[in-house]
């Protein structure tokens, strides 16, 4: 086990730019009816939002980054992705463990585009692909319904049986040595221009966590009565019969075209051509961005999906968009207003495009990106939230990677390829003994031993590191204070001692690392 030695800031009343958004819950705890906001996303001085709705995959960690967004989430409602019946109001979380790299959410909060700093209210994650793993090759995985595309991009998650027992499974190698044992898999991911399911994580499965064993993702080619013919890849389909079925989120009618995600609970509710389905969910960016009870709507919403074309209109991940010229197959990131269904887009990205200048006047680009305290330091490999980085090749704007040490605070953009980040930049930001939190603030997740009280330092580990941590009686405790074996997130900042400071702790009942 490696070591890191890991001033708070009252929470404020959020008072966002559209009008006031109530912020409640963000763990497993139980709703509360606090509407306390940080005013300080990442330690940042100002903060000026807008109301907004976000949807795509989590391409960093530290908060969560969505869709070039950095996310504050230690005061967000998250919602399980079996579930889509939690409107707004609900201050329940149903989803406790920690949001991951490559999984899919949709969000709602206020965003401060200028800095790409967010608040996260409402959290849903959105669930992809269920079943056993029948074969794995390195570009695809089948299961008895579908077969899923993978790259070197994908991540994993989940250990060899879905315990806490068993071995952690996070790369293509880990999951592979499992062929032969059928284990049960969760898929998150995006469907492609040719109806093929593309994963951005994949996680080994405990079925005994799940009441809904199978999930199959595809879009809805036609329709008769309460049977839906659902396109699941280039050349294959399968009906889905919803006789007896929930369809989600309530009130809507399924329509062709309508990207679709049917559950099952049982293996045997899968005959090898029809799903007997007894929840249909629709997982189009227009519904999963709209909340039902939002206390105002969003300004404005951003969504990730592949550009296709049909009789003259452009459709990112099934979503109508006006007012952009588009590249088929191409994946998007795209922000604009919705008009009715249509979104008129004000702004459009093509994923994997974000860059930066280096110091000889070189444009580099990357993915992913993580804010966070530096651990297993060897030479110019380390890790950050648990994630391993080669830093070899990368621009330091301060210094170099001989200034790194275990606990230093950075900020890390690249690539992740094949279970690390092949880093192209790393920023270190060196704490002062007179304001250590400016732009400095992250998130974590861990387990609590050595506690001993408020206003005394305690350990927090997870993945292997421990680091020490310290409260105050300015620390925020969401759910009360917790105790020795308590998982928990935190809010905090690595001070000039490489202490981190806790500003907020959330106790997460139902929290585990083995199973997203």
Not at 79 to 88: A, G, K, N, P, T
């Amino acid at each position: 086990m490696s070591r890191s030695v890991l001033k708070p800031k009252v929470l404020a009343l959020l008072l966002a730019a559209t009008g006031f958004l109530s912020a409640c819950g963000g763990g497993g705890g139980g709703g509360d009816s606090d509407a306390y906001w940080s005013a300080n996303p990442a330690g940042a001085a100002t903060f000026n939002g807008a109301a907004a709705a976000y949807q795509g995959s989590i391409t960093g960690l530290g908060s969560i980054v969505v869709n070039g967004v950095r996310f504050e989430t230690t005061d967000s409602v998250v919602y399980d992705s079996d579930d889509f019946s939690s409107s707004y109001d609900s201050n329940t979380s149903t989803f406790s463990s920690p949001l991951a790299l490559g999984m899919t959410v949709a969000l709602f909060g206020d965003v401060d585009d200028a800095q790409n700093l967010g608040r996260a209210a409402r959290i849903r994650v959105v669930g992809g692909v269920r079943g056993t793993m029948n074969a794995i090759s390195a570009s695809a995985i089948t299961l008895p319904t579908q077969v899923i595309q993978i790259t070197s991009a994908t991540t994993y998650g989940g250990t060899s049986n879905g315990t806490s027992s068993g071995t952690a499974v996070t790369t293509y190698a880990d999951l592979a040595a499992l062929a032969g044992t059928n284990p049960l898999l969760t898929i998150y991911g995006l469907t492609q221009a040719d109806g093929s399911f593309l994963a951005t994580r994949v996680v080994v499965t405990n079925p005994a966590t799940h009441a809904l064993d199978l999930a199959v993702r595809g879009n809805i080619t036609a329709i008769t009565g309460n049977t839906y013919t659902v396109k699941t890849g280039a050349a294959s389909s399968i009906t889905v019969d919803c006789s007896a079925c929930t369809i989600q989120p309530t009130g809507n009618v399924p329509v062709v075209g309508d990207a679709v995600r049917a559950l099952a609970p049982l293996s045997t509710d899968w005959d090898g051509t029809t799903l007997t389905a007894t929840r249909l969910q629709l997982v189009n960016a227009a519904y999963l961005t709209r909340f039902n009870g939002a206390p105002n709507a969003s300004t404005y919403a951003k969504i990730k999906g592949i550009a296709t074309q049909s009789n003259g209109n452009w459709y990112v991940g099934g979503v109508e968009v006006s007012g952009a010229t588009l590249t088929a197959n191409t994946l998007y990131e795209i922000k604009g207003t919705w008009s009715g269904s249509v979104l008129n887009a004000s702004r459009v990205e093509v994923e994997g495009q974000r860059s930066f200048t280096n110091g000889q006047g070189q444009t580099l680009t990357y993915s992913n990106e993580f804010y966070g305290a530096v651990s297993n330091l060897s030479g110019s490999t380390f890790t950050v939230q648990g994630v391993n980085v080669n830093a070899g090749s990368a621009y330091f704007p301060i210094g170099s990677i001989a200034n790194l040490s275990n606990g230093s605070f950075v900020e890390v953009k690249g690539n992740y390829v094949n279970g690390s980040l092949s880093a192209t930049k790393v920023e270190i930001k060196y704490a002062s003994n007179s304001n250590a939190s400016t732009g400095r603030v992250f998130e974590m997740y861990g387990q609590v031993s050595g506690w001993s009280g408020v206003n005394s330092t305690f350990n927090l580990t997870r993945l292997g590191v421990t680091y020490t941590a310290q409260t105050s009686a300015n620390t925020y405790f969401k759910y009360g204070a917790p105790s020795n074996g308590s998982y928990v997130e935190v809010k905090g900042y690595m001070d000039a001692n490489n202490i981190f400071q806790v500003i907020k702790l959330e106790l997460k009942t139902g929290y585990h690392d083995y199973d997203d």
